[in-house]
């Protein structure tokens, strides 16, 4: 740090509040935070509307008025925050883990800014021989799990057939599940060359059969090999001692509550009805994944430690590609979180390559 330079934060004092967790409660000196200001005008100018100018064009004045002093100082004190509790960490040389919940407890203008962060920090955690495990895992044949039988091709033959299947003359709103499936039945469409020529790139039928059993054949590999995976993984968290910390699990449920309401609402079903229908609250929802939630987060705890021991890691050009793919998809995304994401999804990807890898390896050798 050179000496014109200031530090990030005032103070910070650290207490390890058990479970692997510790709280940090500090401040930031008033001229720090302001030196924040110009930046948080700046993303603030990019992110609003403003009738007569162009986005990121908004006079300070004009944008001040719209969106108030007050969003401002606290798009500031993120900045600034998000600053002081990296250098915090650096500083004292803490092995942090998961997203930190962070709390802004006094907040005004030309005034210091008072914080208390509690975070999750690596626990011990006592990995077994992951190797053999994997090699155990790997062992077990899994012929079945990717053998396409007549069975499944006709099972999707007959879906296929369903989803074009003609509901003229039917209002199906008003049937019963039973009624739907025998309307259904009764109009399926004929299994001819022109009915395969419709539904894709198909010559005839003998065509859509043979294409339709290799990508039933691909399916079933990647199936069989995320359910390998999963006994990988099952087997190594059996033997494995380590301590969850909490806010590593409720992280977890809140990504899982999330995804859950964003899948309710893409069924066109609002979150609140779903519940009162269901007649639970999202408290007992919680309650019924937390076992799930605990069981991801031992085991992005395992897939961790095994990257840290193997040194395995991404490519920096692999994360931003993975980056620019989800920028592209969720154009709202925060970039940062989205890095985040990438670097965990590439990572576990490639400890389980390790893994398979290694046991393949070991196989070759006897």
């Known amino acids: 740090m050179s000496k014109t330079e200031q530090k990030s934060y005032t103070s ?4 390890n509040t058990g479970k692997s967790e510790i709280e940090i ?3 930031i000196s008033a001229e720090v935070l302001t030196a924040q200001r110009a930046k948080a005008l700046k993303n603030i100018n990019e992110s609003v509307t403003i009738d007569g100018f162009r986005k990121g064009m908004v ?3 004009v944008l001040v008025t719209k ?13 600034a925050l998000s600053k002081a509790y990296f250098d915090i960490i650096i500083d004292n040389k803490i092995d942090a883990i998961g997203k930190p919940n962070t709390q802004i407890t006094k907040l005004a203008e030309n005034n210091p800014l008072e914080f208390k962060i509690t975070t999750a920090i690596m626990p011990e955690i006592k990995l077994p021989d992951y190797k053999k495990i994997a090699a155990k895992e790997m062992s077990k044949s899994n012929a079945d799990e990717i ?3 007549e069975k499944d091709i006709e099972d999707t033959i007959l879906r296929v057939r369903k989803s074009h299947a003609s509901h003229d003359g ?6 019963s599940p039973e009624e739907h499936e025998k309307a259904i039945m009764a109009n399926l469409p004929e299994l001819t060359d022109d009915f395969v020529k419709k539904v894709g790139d198909f010559s005839d039928v003998p065509d859509f059969r043979n294409k339709l059993s290799a990508m039933l054949a691909e399916q079933k590999v990647n199936e069989s090999k995320d359910k390998r995976r999963m006994r990988i993984a099952d087997a190594i968290a059996e033997d494995t001692k380590a301590e969850l910390p909490d806010i ?3 992280s977890e449920l809140q990504r899982t509550e999330a995804q859950f309401a964003a899948d309710i609402e893409r069924m066109g079903v609002k979150l ?3 519940l009162k229908h269901a007649k639970k609250t999202i408290e007992d929802l919680k309650k019924e994944w937390r076992p799930y939630a605990e069981k991801k987060a031992k085991l992005q705890l395992i897939l961790n430690s095994i990257s840290t021991a193997e040194m395995i890691k991404p490519e920096p050009q692999e994360i931003e590609d993975e980056v620019d793919h989800i920028m592209e998809h969720y154009k709202d995304a925060d970039r940062e979180s989205a890095r985040t994401y990438a670097e965990t999804v590439l990572t576990n990807e490639k400890v389980f390559q390790w893994l398979e890898n290694s046991a393949n390896s070991e196989k070759a050798k006897k």
């Open 12 to 15: 910070a004092t650290i207490k």
């Open 25 to 27: 409660v500090g401040s």
């Open 59 to 61: 006079p300070e004045n």
């Open 67 to 79: 969106v108030g002093a007050m969003a401002i100082l606290e798009e500031m004190a993120e900045l």
């Open 147 to 149: 053998k396409v039988t």
């Open 170 to 175: 039917h209002d199906h709103e008003k049937m």
């Open 248 to 250: 590593m699990v409720e």
């Open 272 to 274: 609140e009805d779903y």
